[in-house]
Nanobody
Framework: QVQLVESGGGSVQAGGSLRLSCEVSGYFDNSYTMGWFRQAPGKEREGVAGIDSNGLTVYADSVKVRFTISKDNTKMTLYLQMNSLRREDTAMYYC??????????????????????WGQGTQVTVSS
């Protein structure tokens, strides 16, 4: 079994920064593609950023330049550095494993359906 635990969420003013972490435990293959997703009230879950085993990254257009995804394989931890936060970034943020799928799946339509393991989420609230 694989477990993912997110942390680092919180409340921040617009323009501020947060760094999310996702610790992975249990069986994990460093070849897995991983991603960050978010879901705002009344909206579908959407892919924010993904990273594959080679470090190739992909971002949703809405977060390009502002967000950076990274991972530390030795610590089995996935990160999401979020800068220049906006009110529209307010959502529950989840990390997920997309198995051996190409990283592009993370930001594809219905990309969440490709992920088999999820964390419980961490709330990010951005106020103006």
């Amino acid at each position: 079994q694989v477990q993912l635990v997110e942390s680092g969420g919180g409340s921040v003013q617009a323009g501020g920064s947060l760094r999310l972490s996702c610790e992975v435990s249990g069986y994990f293959d460093n070849s897995y593609t991983m991603g960050w997703f978010r879901q705002a009230p009344g909206k579908e879950r959407e892919g924010v950023a993904g990273i594959d085993s080679n470090g190739l990254t992909v971002y949703a257009d809405s977060v390009k330049v502002r967000f950076t995804i990274s991972k530390d394989n030795t610590k089995m931890t996935l990160y999401l550095q979020m800068n220049s936060l906006r009110r529209e970034d307010t959502a529950m943020y989840y990390c997920a494993i997309a198995g051996f799928r190409p990283v592009s799946i993370v930001v594809a339509v219905n990309g969440a359906n490709a992920c088999g393991y999820w964390g419980q989420g961490t709330q990010v609230t951005v106020s103006s």
